[in-house]
């Protein structure tokens, strides 16, 4: 699995997650459940992060792409 995107909060991370799988990627959330003060985040608390299969990350990334453009 790859990294598609990290955020910094849930409900925007299952947004795009939702986006992905409708477009027929599987996608997975990571660290949605993880404290901030467990000292496994970065500095800019970007601690949730959006996965995909290592064949659908080009493809994924192109769809956030897009729709962080749109936003």
């Known amino acids: 699995m790859k990294i598609v995107k990290k955020f910094t909060?849930?409900?925007s991370?299952?947004?795009a997650k939702g986006m992905l799988e409708n477009a027929g990627i599987k996608?997975?959330?990571l660290g949605e459940n993880t404290?901030?003060?467990?000292?496994?985040c970065n500095t800019d608390l970007l601690c949730i992060e959006l996965a995909?299969?290592?064949e659908d990350y080009s493809e994924a990334c192109r769809l956030i792409a897009?729709?962080?453009?749109?936003e």
């Open 35 to 40: 404290p901030l003060w467990a000292g496994v």
């Open 66 to 70: 897009a729709a962080s453009s749109a």
């Open 9 to 11: 909060d849930s409900f």
């Open 27 to 29: 996608a997975a959330v």
């Open 52 to 54: 995909v299969s290592d």
């Open 13 to 15: 991370a299952n947004i």
